[in-house]
């Protein structure tokens, strides 16, 4: 089946502009996790929904950040007045379902910009 | 909190040949998961092997394996016969019981030449 998908691939913004980055996930995944990946360092974690809800949202850098994931599948991350400091590639997982021991899909990432 | 620490930014071996790559971690934990992560340049993390906190016996998979030292709280990844599709980017995480979230380290380049 398919595998995790985000697009876009890339986007390039300029500093102040909202985005909004999109993430499907393997079918039948309840648990899905977006992380940041800046250069030159290993991924963080930004945010974990176990079906429709935020089950932990601590990695969020600031209220600019908000996910969303309304029907437990698509997640949308949105970045409000984006600032310079949020270039990074955005990645998102899946698995099949919440707890340590799951397997985490990732996805090829979006690679944001802001200019 | 949970750390997790790659010593090495670059390492390079031999087609063929063996290499280990260093990580080690901290977490207050008893219950936790360690895995080891491939990132090619496409970006997307293809997982290499997991290895259970509770088990002793160290994971294999193929020419994959950890040398997995509880008490030092040590976790390596022996590649053994390397081939050049294993350059990339590798990544030591670590997963505890009381959160689903991954803690990555910050990677090691592995180069493999001819």
């Known amino acids: 089946g398919a595998g995790v998908s985000q697009t876009p691939s890339n986007k390039v913004t300029e500093k102040g502009k909202y985005v909004e980055l999109r993430c499907d996930p393997i079918?039948?995944?309840?648990?899905l996790y977006w992380y940041r990946q800046s250069l030159g360092q290993g991924p963080e974690f930004l945010i974990y929904?176990?079906?429709?809800?935020?089950?932990?949202d601590s990695g969020l850098p600031n209220d600019r950040f908000f996910a969303v994931r309304p029907e437990g599948s698509v997640s949308t991350l949105k970045i409000q007045r984006t600032e310079r400091g949020d270039s990074a590639v955005y990645l998102c997982?899946?698995?099949?379902?919440?707890?340590?021991?799951?397997?985490?899909?990732f996805g090829p990432g979006t690679r944001l910009t802001v200019l | 909190a949970q750390t997790v620490t790659q010593s090495q930014p670059e390492m390079s071996v031999q087609e063929a040949e063996t290499v280990t790559l260093s990580c080690t971690y901290d977490?207050?934990?008893?219950?936790?998961?360690l895995f080891w992560y491939k990132q090619p340049p496409s970006r997307q993390m293809i997982l290499v092997i997991r290895?259970?906190?509770?088990?002793?016996q160290n994971a294999t998979e193929n020419r994959f394996s950890v040398n997995f030292q509880k008490a030092a709280k040590s976790f390596s990844l022996k590649i053994s016969d390397s081939q050049l599709g294993d350059a990339a980017m590798y990544f030591c995480?670590?997963?505890?019981?009381?959160?689903?979230?991954?803690?990555f380290g910050t990677g090691t380049r592995l180069q493999v030449t001819l």
């Open positions: 929904f176990q079906g429709t809800g935020a089950a932990d």
């Open positions: 290895q259970e906190a509770y088990k002793q």
């Open positions: 079918s039948g995944h309840t648990a």
């Open positions: 977490t207050s934990e008893s219950d936790y998961y």
């Open positions: 995480a670590l997963n505890t019981g009381t959160a689903s979230k991954l803690t």
């Open positions: 997982a899946s698995s099949f379902s919440n707890g340590p021991y799951n397997e985490q899909f």
